[in-house]
């Protein structure tokens, strides 16, 4: 059973900072693929980036230049490194987790097998 915990989320104004943290632990890290997914409030969960073994990243639209996604494996941690924040970007980020059998990423919610309790991001005007 892996359990994964998100950390970083806060208030920022808009055109700032913020990296977000996700530790993992009870499997072997390396051999998942991560993800990272947001809810904004009346919105369905959607998916921001996602990451695989060995480092190939994907993102949604609205964040490419904005976010990165990296990961640790000697820490069991993935990253979501956000600058130049707006208003929009305002919503419950979460991290997910699925075992890979090849050095794959994935950007649906349903492909992933376990999911961190969420940090909330807001993002003042």
């Not at 994907?58 to 490194?81: C, E, M, W």
């Not at 992933?112 to 003042?124: A, E, I």
Request: with cysteine; aromatic share 12%; glycine share 12%.
């Amino acid at each position: 059973q892996v359990r994964l915990g998100e950390s970083g989320g806060g208030l920022v104004q808009a055109g700032g900072s913020l990296r977000l943290s996700c530790a993992a632990s009870g499997g072997t890290f390396r051999t998942y693929a991560m993800g990272w997914f947001r809810q904004a409030p009346g919105k369905e969960r959607e998916f921001v980036a996602a990451i695989s073994w060995s480092g190939r990243t994907h993102y949604v639209d609205p964040v490419k230049g904005r976010f990165t996604i990296s990961r640790d494996n000697a820490k069991n941690t993935v990253y979501l490194q956000m600058d130049s924040l707006k208003p929009e970007d305002t919503a419950v980020y979460s991290c997910a987790a699925r075992r890979s059998s090849g050095d794959y990423y994935y950007t649906i919610r349903e492909q992933y097998d376990y999911w961190g309790q969420g940090t909330q991001v807001t993002v003042s005007s």
